[in-house]
Nanobody
Framework: QLQLVDSGVGLVQPGSSLRLSCAAS????????MGWFRQVPGQERDFVAA????????RYADSVKGRFTISRDNAKNTVYLQMNSLKPEDTAVYYC????????????????????WGQGTQVTVSS
């Protein structure tokens, strides 16, 4: 069983930066894609970014390209989401997620394809 613990609760002003972390444990991660999703109350959960553990290939939602960066630290089994130039519309609960597979795991934006989820962390961008 894979456990994900995401952190980085923040209240920041527009234009600021914030880094979220997701610490994974319980499995080896060579065949995983790790992703970040976000959800606003009353709306569907949206894909933000994902990274393939084996080769660090990444994928981003159009809304965050050029502002957000996903990365991983092998030694710490941790995935990060660096968020720059934050906007009020980035306000949401952010969830870390992981999907397992064999061979080269496809980096998908579909939340239903992810097997494990963190507990979520609130990010509020407001002046």
């Amino acid at each position: 069983q894979l456990q994900l613990v995401d952190s980085g609760v923040g209240l920041v002003q527009p234009g600021s930066s914030l880094r979220l972390s997701c610490a994974a444990s319980g499995r080896t991660f060579s065949s995983y894609v790790m992703g970040w999703f976000r959800q606003v109350p009353g709306q569907e959960r949206d894909f933000v970014a994902a990274i393939r553990w084996s080769d660090s290939s990444t994928r981003y939602a159009d809304s965050v390209k050029g502002r957000f960066t996903i990365s991983r630290d092998n030694a710490k089994n941790t995935v990060y989401l660096q968020m720059n130039s934050l906007k009020p519309e980035d306000t949401a609960v952010y969830y870390c997620a992981a999907r397992s597979g064999t061979g080269t795991v496809v980096i998908t934006h579909r939340g239903s394809s992810y097997d494990y989820w963190g507990q979520g962390t609130q990010v509020t961008v407001s002046s």
